[in-house]
């Protein structure tokens, strides 16, 4: 039941509508849940919902994006008042390609080695998966101010102020709050359309670089005759030039007709690496096999 609602299942099939899975193994110290942002008040530039979002996917567009990362994955899974930590060590390739393998073995020596996209995510994972550049478009013309009924010229046009909104979601500012020191615009958010596909609730966005702090998720999804649903809350951090997962918490829960089943999850990512490459075996069972 833990893969039903971990990485292969029906959690992971939430997550991945919510860009990310929290359905794997991992190592690190337990991670310390997201404290509260309060609603302290501070002094920062004075926003639409609108632009602070414009603001973030910008922002998001111009992260760095290493190709190889080496890092490790503290999981924790609660499960009928049961707790069972794992711990993990991941090589991720760009493409999308992982090995994780387990750091505790078994009795014969063994550990649990998994190739493909890591779960629940690879840590240089922005959450607005879709703010990537925008087509360029052709403004329509300006219709030139023709001549009045009474044979007038028409007053000329100042100045236009376009309005934008972002594609997918309705976005509200709810404060400006303190959040870990900073101060954080915490933007509410609804999607316009489908909600599987664009499950996000909440961001909490640095007022001064516009990045990521935080996001919650909502998310569901379907697999034959299972439903599933998690509520999932992301951090992020600064290491080196990139910005990347730092904790991911979520609870979930799966039912397939009468029959349910839920799970608390925790993952801290640490001990980050960025070396020019890394040998392709790595990625492929077969090959993996022969140097091991």
């Not at 760009?94 to 090995?99: A, E, F, P, R």
């Not at 236009?160 to 997918?168: A, F, I, N």
């Not at 034959?224 to 080196?240: H, M």
Request: hydrophobic share 35%.
């Amino acid at each position: 039941m833990k893969r039903l609602l971990t990485s292969g299942g029906l959690i992971a099939l939430t997550l991945a509508a919510a860009a990310l899975a929290f359905a794997a193994p991992s190592p690190s110290p337990t991670p310390t849940p997201a404290p509260s942002p309060s609603r302290t008040p501070v002094q920062v530039e004075d926003l639409s919902a609108d632009q602070i979002m414009i603001n973030a996917e910008k922002a998001t567009r111009a992260h760095a994006h290493p190709y190889f990362i080496t890092y490790e994955m503290h999981e924790i899974f609660d499960h009928h008042w049961q707790r069972e930590i794992d711990d993990y060590r991941v090589w991720y390739r760009g493409d999308g390609k992982g090995l994780m393998q387990s750091i505790n073995k078994d009795h014969w020596g063994r550990a649990d080695t998994y190739f493909g996209y890591p779960f629940p995510s690879a840590p240089d994972n922005d959450i607005l998966l879709y703010a990537t550049p925008d087509p360029a478009l052709t403004p329509p013309p300006s219709a030139s101010p023709g001549p009045l009924a009474s044979g007038a010229t028409a007053p000329p046009v100042i100045s236009v102020q376009p309005v934008v909104g972002d594609r997918y979601y309705s976005v509200k500012l709810v404060a400006i709050e303190d959040y870990n020191g900073k101060p954080v615009y915490h933007l509410a958010m609804h999607a316009l359309r489908d909600e599987r596909a664009h499950p996000w609730k909440d961001l909490w966005i640095d007022a001064t670089t516009f990045d990521v702090l935080r996001a919650h998720a909502h998310a569901s999804g379907s697999k034959g005759p299972g439903t599933g649903t998690l509520d999932a809350t992301v951090e992020f951090e600064q290491v080196g030039q990139y910005w990347l997962v730092a904790h991911a918490i979520g609870d979930g829960e799966v039912h397939v007709g009468p029959f349910g089943d839920s799970g608390h999850y925790e993952y801290t990512f640490h001990d980050f690496g960025f070396p020019a490459t890394i040998p392709d075996w790595y990625f492929d069972p077969k090959a993996f096999k022969q140097h091991h």
